[in-house]
């Protein structure tokens, strides 16, 4: 399957990508598990799942930042209507310990389509920087957005894969730049229906109502019943 060859490629260290101009988006149906991503522990909070689904969208060999950040805004605030001034969006800070630069080109894309400065955080690489999947291979910087009514992120509008991490712990560049999104489609349900929880959504509100009433004793740990 050419679709699964090219995902494939991006995160899966060592494999290459055959075709090198490629747009696309999907709903990824399968169920991503939490655990795999290092959020086992937050599990049952308000946010976090035991699996969910993604929104994604590539940009492989074609646009890049500036266009990402373009597409996140018109989606985010034309289609989806959430107002710009409840959004906050994140960029990588650089780390000089490994010459990696300040992602300034991410901040002027923000500040460009409408973004106040003073909602563009910079945060360093444990926050926003993708990659390796390995001790080597693609990676790159990434900015997200957050819905500041509940401090959450919302959406990864930007994996920047424009970077190879060799074995040296060193840094080159990609032969082509690509991007890879994705938005908990959970997440962005609860902050467009003003809700407090991803539980309190209409696919999960009825499982942990149903969930509740065959635990009884159980009422008082709201988290046990998430999980």
């Known amino acids: 399957d ?92 650089g780390d000089k310990k490994i010459n990696l630069p300040f992602d300034s080109e991410s901040k002027n ?43 959450i992120e919302i959406w990864n509008a930007g994996v920047f894969m424009m970077l190879n991490k060799n074995a040296e712990n060193s840094f080159s560049s990609l032969p082509f730049n690509s991007v890879d999104t994705g938005a908990g489609l959970e997440r962005l349900s609860m902050t467009l229906n003003g809700l407090k929880s991803v539980y309190e959504t209409d696919l999960l509100l009825p499982i942990k109502n149903f969930v509740s009433s065959c635990f009884e004793f159980e009422k008082e740990n709201e988290r046990k019943i998430r999980i």
């Open 2 to 93: 050419e679709l699964l060859a090219w995902v494939a490629a991006i995160h899966v260290h060592g494999k290459r990508c055959q075709r090198q101009h490629i747009d696309a988006v999907a709903v990824l149906k399968h169920r991503l598990i939490a655990v795999a991503h290092g959020d086992a522990d937050d599990i049952g909070d308000k946010h976090h799942l035991t699996s969910f689904q993604m929104l994604g969208s590539w940009s492989i060999g074609s646009y890049f930042k500036e266009k990402a950040i373009e597409l996140a805004f018109d989606f985010l605030v034309n289609n989806l209507k959430i107002p710009v001034e409840k959004l906050y969006v994140s960029v990588f800070s």
């Open 109 to 151: 894309a923000w500040f460009k389509v409408g973004i106040p400065e003073n909602h563009i955080v910079a945060l360093g690489i444990e926050d926003n920087f993708w990659g390796p999947a390995s001790q080597t291979g693609p990676c790159g910087p990434c900015t997200e957005v957050f819905d500041t009514k509940r401090y």
